[in-house]
């Protein structure tokens, strides 16, 4: 085939169209044969260099002449994944447009055409449907790049995950794309934006990632048309690294296919689907230390990736929220769950009739699924062997040996403590703790007193894990054994024994003791993951029985450690939320924690890049010094790395940043952030002529509404016509905001300062607000729209959007805290005639428990000035517990602190709290201006002294 | 799923398989064996006190063939290796600046003169350092893993996530001085701190007691005992914590924690040349012995006290470990012509002599 003359394109597309027809038809036959249920994808077209080159040019000379015949939608098909496969970032239509002059022209029945031809392919020729998250919000492009399979930028992501993942492969997993799918999407929540919306599509994922780990030397694979997959692995393996990666990871599938055919036909698949059946528990682990204080209870977080992989949008939630752990004073970062091993002390031990772990304001679904998966183990009692003097872990089975040592902890005191029973003093509150040195010799009374704390003696049999250290032992009859390895078990007694009689999933058998020999040694085959006990029974020759025990152990998955440390590393980066875009850590709403030893030093590194992965800068490197927590981390980004003008420059232009903490001693870790990954947003740049904005459009074609609000009427919206492709100049500058059906963007617009004129600016006005939540919720709403959206790296705008969100917080000030309030807060600010003491005394003199908050309240400015945020809140909730409850504030009421303490710094950081129990707020605040004031108060009186980026200097809210 | 009885040979056999050693070539108890077992555990275990890591090994092996009650020992200077090497940490805790834990070193690689890779570090929950294919090509021996370099071979690496050292950064060691001049320094420490309260559990490192037997050198504090003192103490639930302590008539009477400050090293880095020096200036200075070798062209050289990580690195790249002389606290096989130069670099920053008469251990 050659190239179409214009005049010849219509028979062209009829013979592309008759061609392809054929292609796919023949494909669905072949794939429905060989796997069942797998889709067919448009990249799979089968074409030669020059009929793709046919079906560019035919489609190119249709488009121009406005032509998009509805029953010769193929070549378009194919055209449009082609241009899926080779692009990259969020700006489909643009490249699009770009290779397709005249397409802009069509307007938007020309993307509709473009999803009705895939519709069709979906129903002709079992085509792929996107799913996803991702694929509703990005309705129409997610068809041409879910039908370009994994197009080139995800290439190197995805070679990494799999090299990752590879350790966690078993012959199953191999044989089951759709279970392959889940597992892998479960684990890319720490790689690339587009990565992790491509991995919403499990099937999809699955499906590509068992083809490329197929082996060389097996049969062609059955998922993809070999061609489509020989062209992926070919662009993949162009670079080394990637090339390595994936070449590893086939190497590690392949060993694991040819052992898991070998075992397989050992295995026993209706007790393996019962032990899978029974998922690996996800509850903490508890252990307890002792120190001048007291026992203290200490909880491990658990690693909770598998239930995010098997409910996405609960592990969204946890990638996106704080956790609350019950009895724990610690406030976490919001995602801070998907990090395990974090151990944390507990100061009031956790009541069992509630949740032990929560999201703040997470769904129901979400906190039900935490609720049901993270418990303590059930009480009244709790045990934990002492194997050192001042620590030990909990023993879940709850069974003591006799000559052991241990920690029994009751809700209550017991009366009649033993001799071998001492009180230990517990340093978390809410409970009884005593020491247990169990008699070497147990009598009946002993063991009466043992059993009425619901504990069991095992005697005369211990059961242990032998040969390797297994991945987890509580020393008593708990272990857990990694996937793929042998679990060894030592079965010891003192007793003269003959027979054993063991139960392993409740499936008995017999075994005859070893004649020569007090230790049993068992290797236990095959065991799928999961949940398993095994039981173990020791007779005599006499048959009687004479001891007694159980091991209860889960077979599980290695945890991937992720690219920014684990627990168990000297360094950690923890980031909040779990994995920020590269806008979040930009704007100061994600914050860096840099875990290490105290005193140690790192290298800081900050590196931003283009979408195609070149480096945009030198990588800025500084030397802090550990640890470094949130509110350090804003501080030294804002000051280290954003105000820096070689990266300043390049951030509009960049979709990635990396950051990276390393230290000779404790190794390198690094964070990758990137662009937000949404379909209608902003791109900002900056000309002679001024700054630029152009608005990014991938929504399903409706036209974008815009608006725009001046500076100086923040909630006074215009009407701004910018037609498709078009750029927005406004030397004056203010908020643009487009709407697309549910989908919103908005961007501070930096003024154009020329002269020294154009930076002055008239004060932001408000409408006249009155005492109505009606009113307060507007202004949130306003101060939200202000808040939340994208600032343009400009100091100009920066101030400017300040300016605004501050006129917001002081009109909220004034209709909640009262005029003579404003007055005396002008007062202290212009340090006029004002001072900290009048300040206090505006809050309130005239009684005595108003005096003692507002005293309170200043005695404590100096020390809350280095606190962060977190900590300000809980300092204010014990405050307003100890001196508001005359109106109405009922013990440590944190979310009502938090509520007042962003009320009136950073109102629009309530816009995403439940309505209904905001209203209720407003209208306690309403009925308390006392506290509004005592709130405000802290505020101004805590500023810190540098910006941070935020509209009161220091109170940046997560 | 299924449930097989086997032997102890053949439970040592798998174990040291699982550890991605050669069953035929090592057995389960060898220091090779023993060195992966420490890894293993401490990849599940840390942050944790040594403690801990040596009880979970050592309880795995119990019964096991080759075991014997003074394995503990082998499993704790095995594990002072593993920490010397930087395959773990030992740093203060996150929560307790006052406790210190061991934490998992870096996954990590130097380059040698030779073209050999001296491996480091290690991976959370049991995961391999280097993938497969490069495992099978690593060669163990005591502590070490050491992997043949060709061209691609540090590219391999860094792609697996490792990062490389720089030989001069690793092998970093203090300045030279004088035995005088270095106790001098920790007496003028110890005299700026205050008394401290009574300190329970110290246990002291004898200085009359013989310097070729380590082990035998710790004991209590006694009613004779007066002046300044390599000692341990425990803390909670960390490790046991290095100091200099001061002692008047077998009380403590101030002491200062090692490492001094916020060093990242470990303490007993500090105390090891300190104790060394102490030896030095009491006429019975600490010693090695050199002997020939069964390889042509190297010698052995025996160590009868631990040395600072700083000088186990130096001798882990210049020289092989091999199973130790008997009495000797660990020996390593050193080329004829790098023989020299080390020995002297021992004498001069460990104030070391040599072991002339064979009678002395």
Redesign the interface.
Known sequence: MSAAPDSDYREALTVLQRRLDDHFLRLKRERAEAAPGTPVFALEHGLTDAELALVRSTVLTAVKRGDLPRDRGLPFVVYAAEVGYEYSGDEYWQTFADRTPGWWLLGDPARQYMRNQYRRFRDNYSGATPVGPWAKKFSIICWPITHAVLPTDLQRHLARLLYDFSRLLTAGLLSDPEALGQRLAAQAWQSSARLQAFAQNTNLLGQVATALLAGEDEDESPLLLPSTLTRIVDDLSKESETRRWLLDAKYRASKVRTHGLQRASFSRPELTRRAADRPVATNPTLSVREDSDGWSLFLELPDLVSLAGRLPEVGDEMAQLRPNVQGVQRRFGSGQLLYPGQQVRVQQWPAVDRPLIQLERGSELANRMLADHCVLSPGPSWLFRLRDKNAGVEVRGKIVRPGHRYLLVLPSPFADVPTWMTQAWMATNGVSGYLLAVPEELDDSTLSIIRQFGIAAVMDVELRPVGVVAAAWDGEGAAEWLEGEEALVAIRTSRAVSTCLLGLDDQPSVIKWPTDSNELLLRLNDMAPGRHGLSVSLMTEEGTPVAAGTLEFAIRPPQLSPTTGTPRQGLLLLPSPASPTLDEVWDGRAAVQILGPPGGKARLAVTLADRRGRALTQPRQITVALPIDAAEWLHTFATQFRGQSEIHKAYEQAETCVISASAPELGTLTLRCDRAFVPLRWAFRRDKDGPVLSLVDNTDGVQAALAAYDFARPCEAKNVDLPPGEQLRWPDGGLVVATAGSMRAASVMPPFVRHLDDLKAAEPQLPQLTKVSADVLHVVQFANLWGSAALPDDPIGAIRRNEVLQTFARALTWVLAGQRWVRAEEAYVGRENGSLRSLRDAIGVEIAYQQQLASALADAAPVLMQCDVSARVTAFANELAAHARPLGVDGVDRPYAEFLLRLISEPGTLADWPRESLEALIRRAFDAPLLVRAARFVVVTTLAAQDTGSAFAGWIWE | ????????A???A??VA??GLDAEAVD?TSPEALAA?LR??A?????A?P??VI???N??????PGYTDDLRSDLESALDALVAV?DV?E??A????RQRQL??????FVRRDSGMCLLL?I??????LV???LAMRVDCEEHLRRLRSDDSLA??LV??GL?E?KAD??LKSPRSEEASEHLATYQERLAAVGESGPLDGVRLIDPASRPTYYTGRWREPKRADGGLFVARR?Q??GAELWCVVEVVAGDVRRGIDLPP????AAGADYAWRLQAAIDSLNGTPQRFAVRASSRPGASVLDLFSPIPSWAQRRLDVVATPIVRSRGALFSYGVPNDELEEEVTFLKEMMWLTERSDEGEF
């Open positions: 799923m299924g449930v097989e009885v086997v032997t102890p053949e439970v040592a798998s174990a699982m550890l389960i077992s293993r555990a990849s599940f275990l840390c942050p006190a403690r801990v009880r979970a090994v309880d795995t092996l119990r019964g096991l930087g940490l740093l203060a996150r929560d307790d600046v934490f998992l070193g870096p996954p990590a570090g991976r959370a929950d049991g995961a391999p993938s497969d294919d590219e391999r792609q697996e990062v050292l950064q690793w425990p909670g639930y400050g916020f060093e990242i």
